[in-house]
């Protein structure tokens, strides 16, 4: 089992910046990625970002890539997202998600993720 806390999230004007750090405290040894998937009001769930934990090489959806940005810190097992440049449309529930299949580590389908957190709230307003 993985187990998932997301912080951060909150309101930010368009143009700001916000931070989303996720912790995976207790065993992370056999997990193979690590991202975000997100769900903005009145739609389904969808992939944001995953990170591979061995190696770190991330990959990201279309309408983030240059935006955010993820690093992980192995020994205190957490993965952090900065989000710049932040646009209205990016206010949704943002969810941190973590697979143990090698697989999972460059598809760019939610559905591919085993373990979420609680999600976290993220509001950029206009």
């Known amino acids: 089992q993985v187990q998932l806390v997301e912080s951060g999230g909150g309101l930010v004007q368009a143009g700001g910046s916000l931070r989303l750090p996720c912790a995976a405290p207790?065993?992370?040894?056999?997990?193979?990625?690590m991202g975000w998937v997100r769900q903005a009001p009145r739609k389904g769930r969808g992939f944001v970002a995953g990170?591979?934990?061995?190696?770190?090489?991330?990959t990201y959806a279309k309408s983030v890539k240059g935006r955010f940005t993820n690093s992980k810190d192995n020994a205190r097992n957490t993965l952090s997202q900065q989000m710049n440049s932040l646009k209205p449309e990016d206010t949704a529930v943002y969810y941190c998600?973590?697979?143990?299949?090698?697989?999972?580590?460059?598809?760019?389908?939610?559905?591919?993720?085993?373990?979420w957190g609680q999600g976290t709230q993220v509001t950029v307003s206009s």
């Open positions: 998600a973590a697979d143990l299949r090698r697989t999972t580590a460059t598809s760019t389908s939610e559905r591919e993720y085993s373990y």
């Open positions: 207790g065993r992370t040894g056999s997990m193979a990625v």
């Open positions: 990170i591979r934990w061995i190696g770190g090489i991330g």
